[in-house]
């Protein structure tokens, strides 16, 4: 049997499924709901409604408060500083927006513009903790450390026991060289942040420079019980160690330090230097030439080398350094001077005579290179015109030592008196 639908039935039908039009809420109650959205972790939904509520009330300063808020929550700093330049518009001096924008700028590395909302704030709340503390962090950035301590010593006179301006006070104090401000700085940092291993660090980098080596090592052994593999501590440990001819110790903390960064050229540098004083020449060469191997531009890893080359009789590995020394500082007459010694050693006037001649082209009175040159002209053959110019370097020598060195040469020539 056929259905046939009477016309009341079909009004109730068409009710039930047409489509009805969203209630439209206020832009307060847009605002209400993007925030529960926020709080239930509906992202979209929530910016959806804060978009809405701008859209019905643009005229409204809490709209752009709320939505540069949720941008702040999701890391989105150009749009939030969008927004809070809007609030600024329509309010001047919310204060509170200003703090706002300031922040998302310092987020976004924009530092003057950060500076100068952080500054606009100061202006009318001289003691605004935040305002402080952010300004304090750009001057340090900017490398202002002054003015940065200044906005630090105004939080600490507000809060007497804030350690972390305490910390960031010393470490303005370390770098402007005021080396007891700092220790004095970190030791409050520590007696509300005991056990910081950065203050403690830093407090025995301002203890190095005041020469106290004692407090200098007890922070540096505190620092690394606590983290053994604080590479910094185990540099700076191994140097303080081989000042105080502590050389096994040092000798222990360099092959640490090397074991976590070994391509650091001062650690084997510094370690040559320990197995030096420990007397291994052999493991001290072999440091030295790692240090090269890593940097080849340092003139200090060839003097180092050289000066154990010398010490062990290789006069030739030696010139080899002082060859290589002189190609990264040609104008080193000590280089030159004593690169010409070392061949007069080998027997090579020839070269020796070639390097004094280069000093003397520049300083025709420098007296060892005149003596030099006698002697190499000497070993050349020609031993009375050795001996005269021996004699003019005597003649100019006014150290008693230079003279008595100058006139024993003037005897092993054995030339007879000198007109």
């Known amino acids: 049997m056929e259905k046939v639908f009477t016309f ?25 709901r993007a925030i529960q959205s926020v709080k239930e972790g509906k992202q979209e ?7 809405k509520a701008i859209q019905l009330a643009p005229e409204k300063p809490i709209n752009y408060r709320n939505r540069a808020a949720f941008y702040v929550l999701t890391k989105q700093w150009d749009k939030a500083i969008a927004d809070d ?42 003691d605004n903790e935040r305002a402080l503390r952010f300004r304090s962090y750009i001057y340090a950035e900017k490398k202002e450390y ?13 809060n007497p026991d804030d350690g972390l301006s305490y910390k ?10 005021k080396w007891i401000e700092a220790i004095t700085d970190y030791s409050k940092a520590l007696q509300s942040i005991p056990g910081d291993l950065d203050s403690l660090s830093r407090r025995a980098l301002a203890y190095l420079h005041i020469g106290d080596k004692e407090k200098e090592l007890a922070d540096l052994d505190t620092v690394i ?38 391509s650091d050229d001062s650690l084997y540098s510094g370690r040559g230097f320990a197995e030096l004083k420990k007397g291994d020449k052999a493991a001290a060469v072999e440091d030295f030439s790692k240090a090269i191997e890593l940097k080849p531009d340092e003139g200090a890893y060839y003097t180092a080398r050289s000066y154990v080359y010398v010490s062990q009789g290789d006069s030739v590995k030696a010139i080899e350094d002082f060859t290589r020394l002189m190609a990264l500082k040609p104008d080193d007459e000590d280089l030159i001077l004593r690169r010409a010694n070392l061949y007069l050693k080998l027997n090579k006037p020839n070269e020796a005579l070639a390097d004094y001649e280069k000093i003397l082209a520049k300083d025709p009175q420098n007296v060892i290179a005149l003596a030099g040159k006698g002697e190499a002209i000497a070993k050349q053959g020609n031993r009375r015109a050795g001996a005269e110019e021996l004699q003019k370097a005597l003649q100019r020598a006014s150290d008693p030592k230079e003279k008595e060195e100058i006139q024993t040469k003037l005897r ?3 030339v007879g008196p000198l007109q």
Request: with cysteine.
């Open 8 to 32: 009341p039935l079909i009004l109730l039908l068409m009710a039930t499924f047409c489509p009805v039009a969203a209630e439209e809420l206020s832009p307060e109650g847009y605002a209400a």
């Open 45 to 51: 939904e929530a910016l959806a409604d804060f978009d």
């Open 85 to 126: 330049s809007k609030v600024l518009k329509l309010e001047s001096n919310d204060l509170s927006t200003q703090l706002n924008r300031g922040y998302a700028y310092l987020q976004i590395g924009q530092l003057d513009q950060a500076l100068a909302d952080f500054g606009t704030v100061l202006k009318v709340q001289p």
């Open 146 to 158: 002054a003015k940065a301590a200044a906005d630090l010593t105004q939080l600490i006179q507000k």
């Open 168 to 177: 960031a006070r010393g470490d303005a104090n370390l770098v402007l060289q």
């Open 225 to 262: 019980a606590a983290k053994p593999t604080d590479f910094d501590a185990l540099k700076m440990r191994a140097r303080v160690h081989s000042e105080r001819e502590e050389i096994e110790q040092a000798i222990a903390d360099y092959s640490k330090a090397i074991e976590l960064r070994a």
């Open 412 to 414: 092993e020539i054995g």
